[in-house]
């Protein structure tokens, strides 16, 4: 995997091959960072990297001046090799292993943008319950964006926060936030 922008661009990262992940392909990153990059200042903004795996999406924040970045993964080999990544390159990323549903169900945090990779195996409902804990718990900022990347056979379209969905390849990103109708 390779950092795309910011202070380590084009660094390469090597995970080890026995980590049972599956990582975000670097054109799917690069467009996605490119419509972030419209929404937010990185260095102002908190994020929320569930399902972190080898700490991919956590990197590439944090080179682009993201500070505040909080990474969740349930396996405890995917933990260490970011906690060491991230000592090694000097970013201030926290981890938690944690499965992903208990960690939502209890975190006092609140964030700005929440990203999900869940295994593209999971069920529909697996999904949509991340959405749900996150809305029912209202653990976005003001104009905070949840994204779940997930195949180009999962449709969450149906969730009442689903805004819309960008496909690169097999690989989709849906966007979920509260659309406020009132705008000035």
């Not at 054109?27 to 996605?32: D, P, Q, V």
């Not at 994204?147 to 805004?163: M, R």
């Not at 097999?170 to 705008?183: L, M, P, Y």
Request: aromatic content about 14%; some cysteine.
């Amino acid at each position: 995997m390779r950092i795309i922008s910011g202070k380590y661009k084009s660094k390469r990262i090597t995970a080890p091959k026995n980590l049972p992940v599956r990582p975000t392909t670097d054109m799917a990153k690069e467009s996605l960072f490119n419509i972030l990059n419209n929404f937010y200042y990185f260095e102002n903004i908190s994020v929320l990297d569930l399902f972190a795996g080898t700490g991919n999406i956590s990197y590439e924040f944090a080179s682009r001046g993201t500070e505040t970045i909080n990474a969740v993964d349930a396996h405890y080999a995917c933990i260490r090799f970011i906690n060491q990544t991230a000592k090694d390159l000097n970013m201030s990323i926290n981890s938690y292993k944690s499965d992903v549903y208990k960690f939502l169900e209890k975190t006092p945090l609140k964030v700005d943008v929440i990203f999900a990779d869940p295994p593209y195996n999971f069920e529909e409902k697996q999904f949509l319950k991340i959405a749900d804990i996150v809305f029912d718990r209202n653990l976005l900022n003001n104009d905070g964006l949840l994204i779940i990347e997930h195949s180009k056979h999962t449709d969450l379209s149906q969730h009442p926060y689903y805004n819309y969905e960008k496909r690169y390849g097999g690989n989709v990103f849906s966007f979920f936030e509260i659309v406020n109708d009132n705008q000035e």
